[in-house]
């Protein structure tokens, strides 16, 4: 980028280089606008997906606590499903000693 203060405090000798120097900073300033405001709307968009992904993991973490909770009932059934077919065992076993 030209800088065009000490060209802009002098007396005019040629007007229309300091109006093709002022447009084209213009026209740079311009595209760093438009960049900075790309770039401001891709981080809007990011920052939103970011706040919806922490929302999404914490629903997993959520789901998975209760998952967990099954899991462990499973394993009690389990228990108790070994324990009445040893008990079932049993009482057919007193049930024969009865018998005889």
């Known amino acids: 980028m030209?800088?065009?203060?000490?060209?802009?405090?002098?007396p005019?000798?040629?007007?229309s280089f300091i109006i093709q120097v002022l447009d084209k900073q213009v026209t740079e300033s311009q595209?760093?606008?438009a960049l900075c405001t790309t770039l401001q709307e891709d981080l809007m968009r990011h920052k939103d997906e970011m706040d919806s992904?922490?929302?999404a993991a914490?629903?997993?973490k959520q789901l998975?606590?209760?998952i967990q909770q099954y899991?462990?009932?499973l394993e009690g059934m389990e228990f108790l499903k070994r324990s009445m077919k040893e008990l079932e065992e049993k009482n057919e076993e007193l049930n024969k000693v009865r018998a005889n």
């Open 31 to 33: 595209s760093k606008v």
């Open 2 to 10: 030209i800088d065009m203060w000490p060209a802009l405090t002098m």
């Open 71 to 73: 899991k462990n009932k």
């Open 64 to 66: 998975e606590t209760v």
């Open 53 to 55: 992904l922490r929302e």
């Open 58 to 60: 914490a629903k997993v």
């Open 12 to 15: 005019v000798s040629n007007p």
